[in-house]
Structures are given as structure tokens and as C-alpha cells.
């Protein structure tokens, strides 16, 4: 599994201070991968900052020949325009390379800027505990040759 980790712009709580580390929220992206099968588990806050970290694992993940591909967002406290483009980037890698992708949802103020947006039937969301196998382990349990 690997972490990476950055500093996201900055917002403010309630009370003008601002959340993580020394003032500064942070976001969390972690991979874990099984077979062709790759997991990101994004925490904190998805925004400007930290949005060129998630494309470029994306990028990286669809063109490694991953089968399937779930983004988890059940640990994410906010979201961005930037950070939904992001999400749209793996809806469109994916495709492209004949990847399956499936997202775990967010909590009610990420999902929000989906429904706003009108994406949240475009996009395929699905609960936390559904997983995805790639198709080579899927073609094994129903006795299917490759």
C-alpha cells in the first residue's frame, strides 16, 4: 500500500481556524492494489492543491493495465470543482482503457456537488461494501479460460 500526502489551500472552520497540521488541512491519498485490481482511498480535502496528485496516479494506474479501478471517497471532507474533474478524469481513463471503475460515495457534503452537477447517475457509485474483481479472477470463479 502506499500513501501520499499533501497540503490542500485552506478553509477555515466555524471558528476561522483552519483544520490539519499546523493550520494547514490535509489530504490523504492511499493505493492499494490486488492483481489487476487497484483501490485509492482519498481522505481530507480534494481541491486545488492537491488535485494534480490524484490525476497523476490515475494516469499512472490506467496505463499499468489495471482491470478495475475503485476510488473510495467515504473519508473525504470537502471537494472542489477541481477535485470532481479529477473524478471525471478516471470516468474518462478508465473508458479508455478498458477498466472498470467503481465509486465508493462520499459523505453528504462531497455527494452534494455530484448532485448539484448532475452527475450522480453518470458516474458508477456504488456502496462501500461492494467490490470489484478484475475479470480475470471473475472469468477463474465461473470456470471461464482466457
Do not use: N, W
Amino acid at each position: 500500500m502506499a500513501i501520499y500526502r499533501g497540503e490542500t489551500q485552506g478553509r477555515g472552520d466555524e471558528d476561522g481556524q483552519q483544520s490539519g497540521r499546523l493550520g494547514v488541512p490535509e489530504f490523504d491519498l492511499r493505493e492499494h492494489a490486488d492483481l489487476a485490481q487497484h483501490t485509492l482511498a482519498l481522505s481530507g480535502e480534494l481541491d486545488l492543491a492537491c488535485a494534480p496528485m490524484l490525476d497523476a496516479a490515475l494516469q499512472r494506474i490506467c496505463t499499468e493495465r489495471t482491470e478495475a479501478l475503485t476510488l473510495d471517497l467515504s473519508q473525504l471532507t470537502f471537494m472542489d470543482s477541481t477535485g470532481l474533474r479529477a473524478i471525471l478524469l478516471a470516468e474518462d481513463l478508465c473508458e479508455r482503457h478498458d477498466c472498470k471503475l467503481v465509486v465508493i460515495p462520499g459523505p453528504a457534503q462531497v455527494q452534494r456537488l455530484f448532485e448539484v452537477t448532475g452527475l450522480l447517475e453518470r458516474l458508477p457509485f456504488q456502496s462501500a461494501s461492494a467490490r470489484i474483481q478484475p475479470a480475470s479472477v471473475q472469468d477463474a470463479q465461473f470456470g471461464v479460460e482466457g
